[in-house]
């Protein structure tokens, strides 16, 4: 079974950056389509990014040009790169694995971030 642990979130003024890291462990994901997800407050959680296991990324369109999701296999690690926060991006930030075949999704146990106006 497949875990996460997210780290990075914080406090942050408007126009500044945050880097996310997501490690999992239990087994490789090398393989599979990894997340981000963010649920702000009151509101419910939404997608943030995705990177299938060629690198190929999508975005929602209002963090396009803002937000790179990555990954580096070797470390087991999935990032997310934020730059020129806006206080709307306030919310708790999720990585998630999406399971192939048999497996379950995995959801981490996520990371707040807040962006200060």
């Known amino acids: 079974q497949v875990q996460l642990v997210e780290s990075g979130g914080g406090l942050v003024e408007a126009g500044g950056s945050l880097r996310l890291s997501c490690v999992a462990s239990?087994?490789?994901?090398?393989?599979?389509?990894m997340g981000w997800y963010r649920q702000p407050p009151g509101k419910q959680r939404e997608l943030v990014a995705t990177i299938t296991s060629s690198r190929r990324t999508n975005y929602q369109d209002s963090v396009k040009g803002r937000f790179t999701i990555s990954r580096d296999n070797a470390q087991n690690t999935v990032f997310l790169q934020m730059d020129s926060l806006k206080p709307e991006d306030t919310a708790v930030y999720y990585c998630k694995f999406f399971g192939l075949g048999y497996e379950y999704d995995v959801w981490g146990q996520g990371t707040q971030v807040t962006v200060s106006s």
């Open positions: 239990g087994r490789p994901i090398s393989i599979n389509t």
